[in-house]
């Protein structure tokens, strides 16, 4: 036990030091005691708190001002700062402090400033807010505070500034604030308020910084905010406003920053808008403006940005733009604008983004004057003529070139080798000439190159070699010759490396196999041979198709994908012979059998005569009951008396070449039958007769099957089997809710659907060209497998008709193909074309028009205009599809399924696939899959 007078001695010494310090030195120790790490000035020997870090005092020695910001801070605030009666700006900014705030900080009567932003504070507002009657400044920015907004805040008198953004407040904006005639900044933004903006707003006419972004506000704005006539910053993006911006918004004359963007507004800008004399930056994208550009708007003499991206302008680009004050930046993509692009935009030196992808603007591109400062450019998706202009080398600080997509002819310019910072050069889908210039190489930071899709021809430039930076190669879809360039094998970045569809010869370097970060490789449909190196087997097989002369020499029971495809050939061994894949032996086997079967067909399809409508029979006059007809078999006077004689309420489905009723017979069988009608011509029933007759011998699992049927003079009678999930077209569209569609099924139904059109287009002789390939004509059995209904009728009606040679279209539109407008005549490429589309509603579960495509566009321009040159499967496909696949080796299949839609849907027809290879293809992946499934 420590002595007496040791004990009073430390007593003594104790009540020493505690009275050396004042009170507010003893509340802000109590305050630190709450943090980890404390200012290491803080003593308790001092007399006073006022030299310690961080605090300021008044003349007469009490602590006024508490500055703690940036310490990195932690812990929770108490009730010690409310024992500092003379503090006024309370600083406790980006720490790490946390908690909910003490109600009792609010009642110093002489606080007038607060900042507690980019902490981590949590829970509500206290109430007790209302009674800080001299706070001008609350920042609370930055943290986790939740809650409504309290009423009472915002009735306090001298408020000036309130930093709110970036919380979770929720529930509406308090109509209360109206009455803040000081509140000069007021940020809300980043939280999850709800409702509409209150009109009381208008009556703080000292505000000028409204910012409300990336709330839940919705409704119209009210027009009571063109009252704030000091307003400079308003800021509204990212909610659910609606409706005409009130024309008293464009009149307020220190308006500097307009950013209402992601929104619903809509209606057009007025020419009120020459008022905004200080503006600065205008951001509309993400709307529904339409309308044309006002010209007195692009006269503002400070305005530096300009964004109307995604709206529904439309008109000419106002030639003043540019001229006037320190443009930027320009960004008027998606949008409907048309004419030229004006040539003051070439000539304006402090433009640095000009973005106007996606209009209808036509005309030439315009000169770029020197000294430019433009370091981005995007036009891409336009109508653009002309050349490429040799000027864009005066673009020095340019970084990323997007012509992409128009109609851009001659060679490209060597000049663009001078831009030494282009990282980025896509010229695809243009009708771009010669050879690719060796300059480029100079563009030695060009990270993607797209080149892909025009008719440039000579081999791949040995300069290129030095473009060591590039990720990105696509050079697809050209006239390229020559070999492929060993040199790529030292791109050690590539990620893409597109250079199918042109003439390239040779082996396939083996060296290309050392690219560990190439993960798109297409090299289909070029002149390539010889075996395929085993290092580049890791791709699919839909890599190399195209290549008749290339080959894979596989181990015996190697079960790599190559190995199993029927989409490449083996090689041949030394003294062997060349193995053939499993479906030739068949086809080849089945082909003698085919082939007599078929003999008919060619001798009918050869002596068909056209023949004269008969002159004695009008086409008025009534068709007769095909009921009584004698040629009916049994089975179909069954189906006839099963269907009332084909009364309406029968019907099943409707299409271009008659009506389908569903008949059910004794026996309890379910069939469907056709309806032809075809005009009135001599000889046309028994030529029809014959017609059915030889397509009814045609035999492939995966084309309906004609059961029965009968002709007379004015109608034909078809029976089917019935397929009792009706047509792909219904399971796609039509039924409510939508079926679920599994990848494995879509596939499936895609490769049978592609056996079928194989079938009729290379084992029957004559050809078969089904005319009108489209999802009402592929049917699904009970098992979802697909048959192709109709294939041949097209071809029969057109011919049987009583009219004279076909001159309009045949088809359905959607699916028929460029060149029928200039021809009326359909060939495989055609069906094709129709199979490709096919393809991409299986992939989007879009239909070929849909009410958001842009006008004059159907399924295929839009998917080509949405994937825009990638091959990201999220821009298009079906959302559930994207979430089913995502992430799993199905992924690719996808990608791949896409890569063949887009093969066929080329606008070139010697370009497309023949169905064969598009079978081989996606047989070999239908495969894996099961393989995949099973393994």
Not at 71 to 96: D, K, M, V, Y
Not at 306 to 317: K, L, P
Not at 879 to 904: K, M, N, Q, T, Y
């Amino acid at each position: 036990m420590a002595p007496v007078w040791l004990v009073l001695f430390q007593l003594c010494a104790a009540s020493s030091v505690s009275a050396g310090l004042n009170a507010d030195g003893a509340a802000l120790l109590a305050f630190s005691d709450r943090l980890r790490a404390p200012p290491a000035t803080w003593n308790a020997s001092d007399a006073s708190p006022c030299g310690w870090s961080g605090v300021g005092c008044d003349p007469l020695g009490r602590v006024s001002t508490l500055d703690l910001s940036s310490l990195s801070l932690s812990g929770q605030l108490g009730p010690e700062l409310a024992r500092l009666p003379h503090l006024s700006t309370l600083s406790l900014s980006n720490n790490s402090l946390s908690g909910e705030l003490p109600a009792s900080l609010f009642q110093l009567s002489r606080l007038s400033a607060v900042y507690l932003d980019n902490n981590n504070f949590s829970g509500e507002i206290p109430a007790a807010v209302g009674g800080a009657a001299r706070l001008s400044t609350l920042s609370l920015f930055g943290n986790s505070l939740s809650g409504e907004l309290p009423a009472a805040l915002f009735r306090l008198p001298r408020l000036a500034v309130v930093y709110l953004n970036n919380n979770n407040f929720s529930g509406e904006i308090p109509a209360s604030l109206g009455s803040l005639r000081n509140l000069s900044q007021l940020y809300l933004g980043v939280n999850a308020l709800s409702g509409e903006i209150p009109p009381q707003l208008g009556d703080c006419s000292a505000l000028t910084e409204l910012h409300l972004q990336m709330n839940q506000l919705e409704g119209r704005l009210p027009p009571d905010l063109g009252r704030l006539r000091n307003l400079k910053s308003l800021r509204l993006f990212d909610n659910k406003l609606s409706g005409e911006v009130p024309p008293q918004i464009w009149t307020i004359p220190t308006l500097e920053f307009l950013i209402i963007y992601n929104n619903a507004f809509s209606g057009e800008l007025p020419p009120a808008a020459a008022a905004l004399r200080s503006l600065r930056n205008i951001s509309l994208f993400n709307n529904r403006f339409s309308g044309p550009l006002p010209p007195a708007l692009f006269n503002q003499t400070l305005l530096a940005a300009v964004d109307f991206t995604n709206n529904s302008f439309a008109g000419e680009i106002p030639p003043s733009v540019c001229s006037a004050g320190p443009l930027e930046q320009l960004n008027l993509g998606f949008n409907s604008l048309t004419g030229t692009v004006p040539a003051a935009v070439g000539r304006c030196r402090s433009l640095r983004r000009l973005i106007l992808q996606r209009n209808l603007l036509t005309g030439p591109l315009p000169e770029f004057a020197l000294g430019s400062s433009l370091d981005y450019l995007d036009l891409n998706r336009n109508r653009l003529t002309g050349p490429v202009p040799t000027s864009l080398a005066y673009c020095s600080n340019i970084s990323s070139i997007d012509l992409s997509g128009n109609q851009l002819r001659g060679p490209i310019p060597a000049t663009l080798g001078e831009l030494r910072g282009l990282k980025r050069l896509n010229l695809a889908r243009n009708n771009l000439t010669g050879e690719i210039p060796g300059e480029i190489s100079s563009c030695r930071l060009l990270d993607s190159l797209d080149l892909s899709f025009n008719s440039l021809r000579g081999p791949v430039p040995p300069a290129m070699a030095a473009l060591t930076s590039l990720s990105r190669l696509s050079l697809q879809d050209n006239r390229l010759t020559g070999e492929i360039p060993e040199f790529l094998s030292t791109f050690s970045g590539l990620f893409q490396l597109q250079l199918g569809g042109n003439e390239l010869q040779g082996r396939v370097p083996s060296s290309l196999g050392r690219l560990q970060n190439l993960q798109t490789l297409n090299l289909s449909f070029n002149q390539l041979s010889g075996p395929l190196p085993a290092s580049l087997w890791r791709f699919p097989s839909l890599t190399f198709v195209g290549n008749p002369g290339l080959c894979v020499d596989c181990p015996d029971g190697d079960s790599q994908p190559v190995c199993q495809t029927s989409a490449l050939t083996h090689c041949r061994r030394p003294g062997g012979r060349r193995r053939l894949p499993s479906a030739a032996i068949a086809v080849a086997a089945s082909l003698s059998v085919v082939i007599l079967l078929l003999v008919l067909l060619v001798l009918a399809l050869v002596l068909k005569m056209k023949k004269k409508t008969r002159s004695h029979r009008q086409a008025d006059d009534p068709e007769p009951d095909i009921s009584e007809a004698s040629s009916l078999s049994s089975l179909l006077r069954e189906v006839m008396a099963a269907t009332e004689n084909l009364h309406d309420k029968y019907v099943v489905g409707r299409g271009s070449h008659g009506t389908v009723y569903m008949a059910k017979t004794r026996a309890g069988q379910t069939f469907a039958v056709k309806k032809l009608a075809f005009a009135k011509q001599k000889g046309s029933s028994s030529s029809m007769k014959r017609e059915i007759e030889l397509a009814g011998k045609i035999r492939h699992r995966n084309l309906v099957k004609l059961v029965d049927f009968a002709v007379t003079e004015q109608v034909g009678l078809i029976l089917y089997d019935f397929m009792e999930n009706g047509s792909l077209h219904d399971v796609l569209h039509r039924i409510k809710p939508p079926r679920p569609l599994i990848w494995d099924l879509r596939l499936r139904i895609a490769v049978g659907t592609a056996h079928a059109l194989a079938y009729l287009h290379h084992d029957c002789d004559p050809c078969i060209v089904h005319r009108d390939i489209k999802p009402m004509n592929i049917l699904l059995d009970a098992d979802m497998e697909p048959h192709i209904s109709d294939f041949g009728i097209a071809g029969i009606l057109d011919q049987c008709s009583g009219g004279a040679e076909t001159t309009g279209l045949v088809g359905t539109f959607g699916y028929i193909p460029p060149e029928a407008g200039f021809s009326t005549r359909r060939t495989r490429e055609s069906d094709v074309y129709s199979y490709g589309v096919v393809l991409l509603e299986l992939i989007t579960r879009k239909r070929t028009t849909e009410p958001f495509f842009p006008e004059d566009c159907d399924l295929v321009r839009w998917a080509i205009a949405e994937l825009d040159g990638t091959l990201e499967i999220e821009r298009i496909a079906d959302p559930d599809l994207v979430r089913e696949v995502a992430g799993r080796a199905e992924e690719e299949e996808v990608r791949s399924v896409l890569i063949v839609a887009l093969r066929c849907v080329d606008k070139d027809p010697s370009r497309r696939p023949s169905m064969r290879d598009v079978a081989g293809i996606l047989e070999s992946m239908k495969s894996g899959s099961v393989k995949g499934e099973h393994s």
